[in-house]
């Protein structure tokens, strides 16, 4: 059993190892220059939710006579009170990680960590301490290329936003992945003028087409402008404002511009040439099935091995590294059930194949969907925007996916993961009672639309085997 782990990075990958290890009855140490929580407590998930909910409410208190409620009294974003939100939500769940390692007795060493052959890690400020495994959880960063005149002031990535001392008017968001769209929505409800700039046909392009379909649907509702079809290759700041061009052609201009174009792997300077760990095109550390590197007993954790992007991954990925390290039973990660939550307004929440994966896979598919609109509990809230689609096999009915969006997506689509997880049918959901009312409803009858006809849809003609004009 593997005595001391080492560390390096303090993220959901990092810090959620350090706490297991330690669990397990380990001596932990954990190497982290930044405070703990990494991107996804500093500038990520956490963040961005704030300002999400912030937002969500914001709409809501804007809809306030639609549900009979009289506020008098204008309605106004103070950007710094929201900042300071933040800051205070990142402040009280850091300090809560801090207890958490305290508690556990993992020794958290503040410097930046190097690999030294022989299993040996150099920290900053600290010298050189010897491991009997050692996990490399140092995560990712915003991407831009040459051409971006990033100053972090006008053309920023989302490192930087919470770092502003005010909003501009208007702003252009190169990209149209997860983080893009949920700033886009973000700012647009804060009152900027917003525009997208996507390279591609639409967003997000990994989401079922039916839910990236109402998310450009909601944008356009919102007045959100979504420039399809061409890469920006340049962004260049002037007196005027801040430009984008691809090929030298003008593609839009508006005061601030952010940059969401993906992430790249913090890899340089960490030590992986002298222990011989060569990194993939993409700049990421290759893992074996237990996250292990080419290099035994050193293992590569979240983001920096680029297997999935996201904070609950890269913590699950923790998990195994470390019963792996400590020689105990464990099983790889099935990776193709990891539940993707994207704060849009509304909320998505996905887990397992799209129609058209499960189609390019082979499967013979057939798919189920319910709007959110004809259920009696989304109108009561004044959310009726959405649905919900079940994939399924159509030889066997096993569940292949869930996808939804519409309010509280994020939380409704862990029926889904479970379900996945254990190989079920989607007769599964169909006869399992769901609590009315509720938007899990929604899961439901889109199981039930996927077996033939969904109890609150109109009857589809196929399904209407006693029809006598059918029968006749
Ligand atoms: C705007 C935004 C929103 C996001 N929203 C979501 C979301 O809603 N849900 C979700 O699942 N994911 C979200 N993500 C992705 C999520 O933040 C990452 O997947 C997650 O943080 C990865 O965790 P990690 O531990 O691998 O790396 P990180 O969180 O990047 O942490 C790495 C840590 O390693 C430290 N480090 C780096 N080099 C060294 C070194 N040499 N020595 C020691 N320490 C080092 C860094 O200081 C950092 O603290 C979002 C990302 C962004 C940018």
Known sequence: MARHIVVLGGGPAGYVAASHAAGLGCRV???????????????????TKVLVDSCSLLEKVK???????????????????LRQRASGVISTVGDGLDRLMSNRDVAVLQGRGRLLPGKRVAVEGYGTIEADAILVCTGSSAVWPAGFDLDRKRIATSDDVLDWPTLPASILIV????????????????????????????????????????????????????????????LAVSSRGVHAFAADEPMGAAERGLIAIGRMPN????????????CSDKGHIPTDDYLQTSAEGVYAVGDVNGRAGLAHA?????????????????????????????????????????????????HAVECGS?????????????????????????????????????AHASEIVHEGAVLLQQGASVK?????????????????????????QATHKPLRRRAIVNDPVAVS
């Open 29 to 47: 140490t954990l190497v982290d220059p930044k405070p703990l929580g990494g991107v996804c407590l500093n500038q990520g998930c956490i963040p």
């Open 428 to 452: 599964s959901i169909a006869s399992t009672i769901h609590a009315h009312p509720t938007l899990s409803e929604a899961v439901l009858e889109a199981a039930e639309d996927c077996l033939g």
């Open 175 to 234: 990209g149209a992945g997860l983080v893009s769209c949920e700033f886009a929505f973000i700012f647009r409800s804060l009152g900027l003028e917003v525009t997208i700039l996507s390279r591609g046909n639409g967003v997000m392009p990994f989401l079922d087409r039916d839910l990236s379909s109402v998310v450009l649907r909601e944008m356009r509702k919102k007045g959100i402008t979504v420039q399809t079809g061409r890469a920006v290759d340049r």
């Open 370 to 406: 319910f709007d959110l609109r004809s259920l009696g509990r989304a109108h009561a809230m004044g959310e009726i925007s959405g649905m919900a689609k079940v994939v399924a096999d159509k030889l066997t009915h096993k569940l292949l996916g869930l996808h939804i969006i519409g």
């Open 267 to 278: 890899t340089h300077g960490i030590g992986l040439e002298e222990l011989g760990i060569a």
């Open 314 to 362: 890269a913590s699950a990925q923790a998990r195994v590294a470390v019963d792996h390290a400590l020689g105990l039973t464990c099983e790889p990660l099935n990776e193709s059930i990891i539940p993707t939550a994207i704060f849009t307004m509304p909320e998505i929440g996905c887990v397992g194949l799209t129609e058209q994966a499960a189609r390019s896979q082979g």
């Open 63 to 81: 809809r306030a006579k639609d549900y009979g409620l009289r506020i008098d009294g204008e309605i106004s974003v103070d950007w710094s009170d």
